[in-house]
């Protein structure tokens, strides 16, 4: 497996151009200033199903079960030795994309026989880094609800280290992110740090 000094950025937003947007390419252009390669690939723009549990791919390594998006998505991750995460919060929780995005890195377990299953994660073990974000309307964590240990658990899970997470509140129009200086500022900083750290 090539893994590239570069960083996948993933936008779970159904809204394009809105907040979580903004925020990631944010995180990626502080990223950038460091020199790093740095890419946002926002789900919206793949045609992928959720996980169908066929468990083929704990034969074949990798998801062959369902020929879609992810099969364009797949090599960017292996390559990728840093991804950024960005959902924003939909009823305590991601986006059902970002949730199916998630399931979907299911291939890259590997499980034993046993009851209850033994596992490990293919892509632990590389010193893998990940920053995880969210932007919500309300403001304050209850009514975030869930958002940031659905990505952190699946993300240290599959063997990244979460060096940043960015909670952003109070946000909601499309777009008004971008007045808030402090969050444009720390997103920029974030993301200039993560490349630091490959």
């Not at 460091?34 to 074949?60: H, P, Q």
Request: charged share 30%; glycine share 6%; hydrophobic share 45%.
């Amino acid at each position: 497996m090539n893994i590239s000094k570069k960083i996948m950025g993933i936008g779970a937003s159904p809204r394009a151009n809105g907040n979580s947007d903004i925020l990631l390419k944010q995180i990626l252009k502080g990223a950038k200033a460091e020199k790093v390669d740095a890419a946002a690939f926002f789900l919206r723009d793949y045609d992928f199903k959720s996980c169908i549990g066929c468990e083929r791919c704990r034969k074949e390594k990798i998801c062959t079960g369902l020929k879609d998006g992810m099969t364009l998505l797949y090599p960017e991750i292996m390559e990728s030795k840093a991804m950024v995460w960005v959902s924003p919060t939909h009823t305590y929780n991601v986006t059902a994309m970002m949730k199916a995005f998630i399931d979907r890195l299911y291939c890259f377990y590997t499980f034993e026989d046993t009851r209850p299953r033994n596992w490990a994660s293919r892509l632990a073990g590389q010193d893998r880094k990940i920053l995880i974000a969210t932007v919500c309307e309300q403001v304050d964590a209850e009514d975030m609800g869930v958002t940031m240990e659905a990505m952190r658990l699946p993300a240290k899970a599959m063997g990244y280290e979460v060096v940043e997470e960015i909670v952003v509140f109070n946000k909601f129009d499309r777009g008004i992110i971008k007045e808030d200086g402090a969050v444009l500022e720390r997103a920029f900083e974030a993301g200039k740090q993560l490349a630091l750290l490959l």
